[in-house]
């Protein structure tokens, strides 16, 4: 039910609170707001939230730190709405793990449709976290294994790695892909159906964040290879572990 879904808004300006709280509060969610980084904090120890509207702009601790934070441990679905049109600070919120990124004014109706995304996805990982029978096939590439249900990474001391969903389908398109070069515009079509519309720069900044997480050095990768002039090569052989 849409009452068990909880939803955080995270912003100074009243405004902005009222017509998001109200709009999500009549579709029938569970609505809590904060005015600052440090209320939202308070009230995620409370209880789970499954998505974030978040602000980037705020008095004290900023939005994209509360964001680079979050994802340390938390796979929370987050959008970052904000009045900037910089599309440097887009690429900065995607950067430190936000989902989506929706600038000011907005359109509620595209805020839901991202937001119902975003929620299904958050809604499967809890589910499967809360399964008592893991019984799924992993990917195992190098020192890794990849949960595609979990969308995490596990280490060889069983750390796991928590994936944002675009880092998952990006490295799900270079694993489909192993050995092959991908050219951006070929990684673009495999990860087109997000709501928001990805580009050349977002790829890149997705490959950076996928590089960081499984510890592969950018300045001389082992596992994905920039080809330049061309796109990107997934070196490592898979293998299926159950």
Not at 19 to 25: A, D, N, R, T
Not at 29 to 57: F, K, M, N, Q
Request: contains cysteine.
């Amino acid at each position: 039910m849409l009452s068990d879904t909880k939803i955080l808004i995270v912003d100074d300006d009243e405004l902005t609170r009222q017509v998001l709280s109200s709009y999500f509060e009549n579709e029938g969610y569970d609505v809590s707001c904060a005015t600052t980084a440090e209320e939202a904090e308070e009230l995620l120890i409370l209880g789970t939230v499954d998505l974030i509207l978040l602000d980037i702009r705020m008095p004290g601790k900023d939005g994209l730190t509360l964001t680079r934070e979050l994802r340390v441990n938390n796979e929370v679905g987050i959008i970052l709405v904000t009045g900037s049109q910089d599309e440097v600070d887009r690429l900065i919120g995607l950067e430190c793990g936000a989902d989506e990124y929706v600038t000011k004014p907005f359109n509620p109706r595209e805020i839901l449709a991202r937001a119902k995304n975003l929620i299904r996805r958050v809604r499967l990982c809890q589910k499967v976290k809360s399964a008592d029978n893991d019984d799924y096939i992993l990917k195992a590439f190098d020192c890794w294994k990849l949960n595609p249900v979990r969308r995490q990474l596990i280490d060889e001391e069983q750390t796991t790695v928590q994936l944002t969903e675009g880092e998952f389908q990006l490295l799900k398109c270079l694993m489909d892909h192993v050995g092959q070069i991908m050219t951006r515009d070929q990684i673009l079509d495999q990860i087109r159906n997000r709501e928001w519309v990805p580009t050349d720069r977002t790829v890149d900044v997705l490959i950076g964040r996928l590089r960081r997480k499984l510890g592969d050095d950018s300045t001389n990768p082992r596992l994905i290879l920039t080809v330049h002039g061309a796109g990107y090569l997934f070196t490592p052989k898979l293998v299926d572990v159950v």
